[in-house]
């Protein structure tokens, strides 16, 4: 069991707080840094149309800025609904603003390099952060995606790294762990990487992935935490719903209406409610239809193309954040028993 930690506080939370700095957004926290500093595919990254990410862009601000140890936030996502932008951007603040090392886990080395060069180092070619990183250096982990930040105490690491490797899993110490696309993470290196933040009286991770498997990976992470959903008022009835659990039926003429009376609704605008009180363990499910930024007309254009049930647990995955099998639905010891007891046979070697 690990110590009660106290509180911590460094230079760069001065910053945040409002002090001088000569980095742009550090006076207005990890809201401002993203807006001033990432972008997207079509521009700078603006929370117009991604409202539902602010509550969660605020707790990640708060444990940092507050030094709030042993803190998870897990997020249960569709697929393009902006939040690995808001996770490189995260992981930068914590490095540059708050003097923290942060390794940014994905499932291989391949994988790592590739997400290095096509959405990690664009944001780095901004001048304000090229200006004070350099490429680092460290003994024990691949040196390729790895990130030094020089400054005041010593220099901060980002290190960007597949945990395929067992040695990018255990060789290196880190306040905060990013951990992408957990559904294809190897598990056992998970569980290692985990250990990576035990010297630090941070030790805060942020769990991300489009969950494809009901009861492991992300979806396992979502149902430990607090299982917060996006929660939807129709103006005309003032019923509340959650969008994605009354799909397709509360989709009409290509708009979301309200499931008690028809009324229109705006995807975006709503709030997270938590299902359960859990103090160190925040969880989302964050669908596709929370985020005005994703057209609905596609969504559902995807959803009638889907016509196998194959391509219908896909859609309910990327678009909805409802993990589902499929056909792929592994055999577990709770289905041999649900097939033992639904019928009077036995489980037998094939003859030869």
């Known amino acids: 069991m690990r110590k009660s930690l106290k509180i911590i506080h460094t230079p760069g939370m001065a910053l945040a707080a409002g002090g001088a700095s000569r980095f742009p957004g550090e006076a207005r926290g990890l809201a401002r840094f993203l807006t001033g500093e990432m972008s997207t595919d079509t521009g700078a990254f603006t929370f117009e149309g991604r409202e539902a990410l602010l509550e969660i862009v605020a707790a990640l601000d708060e444990i940092i800025n507050c030094r709030?140890?042993?803190?998870?936030?897990?997020?249960?996502?569709?697929?393009?609904?902006?939040?690995?932008?808001?996770?490189?951007?995260?992981?930068?603040?914590?490095?540059?603003?708050?003097?923290?090392?942060?390794?940014?886990?994905?499932?291989?080395?391949?994988f790592a390099d590739r997400f290095d060069q096509t959405r990690v180092r664009p944001a780095l070619r901004r001048e304000n952060i090229a200006s004070i990183m350099r490429e680092g250096r460290y003994k024990g982990a691949s040196p390729k995606g790895l990130k030094e930040f020089p400054g005041r105490g010593g220099s901060r690491f980002l290190y960007v790294l597949g945990l395929k490797d067992i040695g990018n899993a255990i060789s290196i110490p880190l306040d905060v762990l990013v951990r992408d696309e957990v559904d294809d993470l190897p598990p056992d290196n998970l569980k290692w990487s985990n250990d990576r933040i035990d010297a630090s009286p941070l030790a805060l991770t942020l769990n991300l992935a489009v969950g494809r498997t009901p009861g492991a990976g992300i979806h396992a992470m979502y149902e430990a935490g607090d299982r917060r959903r996006w929660h939807v008022r129709c103006p005309t009835c003032r019923t509340e719903s959650v969008p994605e659990e009354y799909w397709p039926g509360i989709l009409r003429a290509c708009a979301l209406a309200c499931p008690e009376?028809?009324?229109?609704?705006?995807?975006?605008?709503?709030?997270?409610?938590?299902?359960?009180?859990?103090?160190?363990?925040?969880?989302?499910?964050?669908?596709?239809?929370?985020?005005?930024?994703?057209?609905?007309?596609?969504?559902?254009?995807?959803?009638?193309?889907?016509?196998?049930?194959?391509?219908?647990?896909?859609?309910?995955c990327s678009a909805l954040a409802i993990p589902d099998a499929g056909d792929t639905q592994p055999i577990s010891l709770?289905?041999?028993?649900?097939?033992?007891?639904?019928?009077?046979?036995?489980l037998a070697e094939a003859p030869a």
């Open 68 to 110: 709030m140890p042993d803190r998870t936030i897990s997020v249960l996502k569709g697929a393009q609904v902006g939040l690995t932008t808001l996770a490189i951007g995260f992981a930068l603040y914590c490095v540059i603003v708050h003097r923290l090392n942060v390794g940014y886990f994905l499932p291989d080395q391949d």
């Open 261 to 316: 009376c028809g009324g229109a609704l705006k995807g975006g605008a709503g709030r997270w409610v938590a299902a359960r009180a859990n103090r160190r363990h925040r969880s989302y499910r964050l669908s596709q239809l929370s985020v005005g930024a994703i057209r609905l007309d596609r969504i559902a254009a995807k959803w009638a193309a889907a016509r196998l049930p194959s391509e219908k647990a896909r859609f309910r």
């Open 334 to 346: 709770e289905l041999l028993r649900s097939l033992r007891d639904a019928a009077p046979y036995r």
